[in-house]
Nanobody, 115 residues
Framework: QVQLVESGGGLVQAGGSLKLTCSGSGGISSLSVMGWYRQAPGKQRELVATVTGRGEKHYAEDVKGRFFISRTTNWSAIFLQMNSLKPEDTAVYYC?????????WGQGTQVTVSS
């Protein structure tokens, strides 16, 4: 079983930065996709960024150029550097691990961006 724990959320003013961390344990495989999703109140959960075992990175159009995903070499953690934050970025951010036959989620960390 894969366990994921997010940290690094908080309150920041518009234009500021935050860095989120997702620590993983329980048999993380490089043959997988890991990423970040977010969910605002009353909204559906949406993809923010992903990184594959081959090092390919993908971003939602709204965060491209502002957010950057990275990982440790042994996949023990992934990170999300968030710059130029906007109030529209306010949400609970979730870490995700996925392979062909398995998926796991973290508990989420709150990010609030004030005007």
């Amino acid at each position: 079983q894969v366990q994921l724990v997010e940290s690094g959320g908080g309150l920041v003013q518009a234009g500021g930065s935050l860095k989120l961390t997702c620590s993983g344990s329980g048999g993380i495989s490089s043959l997988s996709v890991m990423g970040w999703y977010r969910q605002a109140p009353g909204k559906q959960r949406e993809l923010v960024a992903t990184v594959t075992g081959r090092g390919e990175k993908h971003y939602a159009e709204d965060v491209k150029g502002r957010f950057f995903i990275s990982r440790t070499t042994n996949w023990s953690a992934i990170f999300l550097q968030m710059n130029s934050l906007k109030p529209e970025d306010t949400a609970v951010y979730y870490c995700n691990y996925r392979r062909r036959d398995y998926e796991s989620w973290g508990q989420g960390t709150q990010v609030t961006v004030s005007s």
